[in-house]
């Protein structure tokens, strides 16, 4: 544009000069209202588009950042995991330390004395039943009238079972309680 105005200034008078001066200016105008109309009319689209480059880029974001947290939420459930495990084993050393049982013992214990409790009810009942057969026998004539003025006085009271310690000796325990009970029989019968 320079060099056009320089070669009319050459050949052209000053209104020649000053309407070639106009007409660039003129043209400069329009071109800058051309630019301003045009970026009026690509500045809705440009919006738009750098409106959905943004949701895009946030839509990336947001999901990289659900990755990282996924990620620490692994990493801190395995720790706490340890850590509770740790915590555990820490407290249960302090527990045996203390002499305290625990609850495996607690419930060992529990089923230990419910099956000395039901060894203690069968040899009562076996006790029992032994000696209703060592009162059955008839006695003669001369001994239930010496026996009457015993039968009077109260009776003792039976003798509490007592719990054997070990399971091996009920066995002969049993057997020997009737072959005692049999010789006393015996030997109250000889007496009278």
């Known amino acids: 544009m320079a060099k056009k105005l320089k070669a009319l200034a050459g050949s052209v008078t000053d209104n020649q000069l000053a309407a070639t001066v106009r007409e660039s200016a003129q043209q400069i105008w329009l071109a800058g209202l051309g630019a301003y109309a045009k970026a009026q009319e690509e500045g809705g689209k440009v919006f738009d588009a750098l409106v959905r480059e943004g949701e895009s880029l946030q839509a990336r974001t947001r999901q990289a950042a659900d990755e990282k947290i996924a990620e620490v939420a692994d990493k ?87 719990a054997k310690a070990k399971p091996a000796v009920k066995p002969v325990a049993a057997e020997a309680a009737p072959a005692a009970e049999a010789g006393k029989a015996d030997d109250t019968a000889t007496a009278a």
Not at 86 to 112: I, N, Q, Y
Not at 121 to 128: F, G, N, Q, T, V
Not at 129 to 142: D, G, N, T
């Open 76 to 162: 801190t459930a395995g720790t706490w995991g340890k850590l509770e495990q740790v915590f555990e084993e820490r407290v249960a050393r302090a527990v045996a330390t203390l002499g305290m049982p625990t609850r495996k013992d607690v419930e060992k214990l529990s089923k230990r004395v419910a099956e000395l409790s039901e060894l203690v009810e069968l040899l009562a009942a076996e006790k029992a039943a032994q000696e209703k057969p060592a009162k059955a026998p008839a006695k003669p004539r001369a001994a239930r009238k010496a026996a009457a003025p015993a039968a009077e006085a109260p009776a003792p009271a039976p003798a509490k079972p007592v």
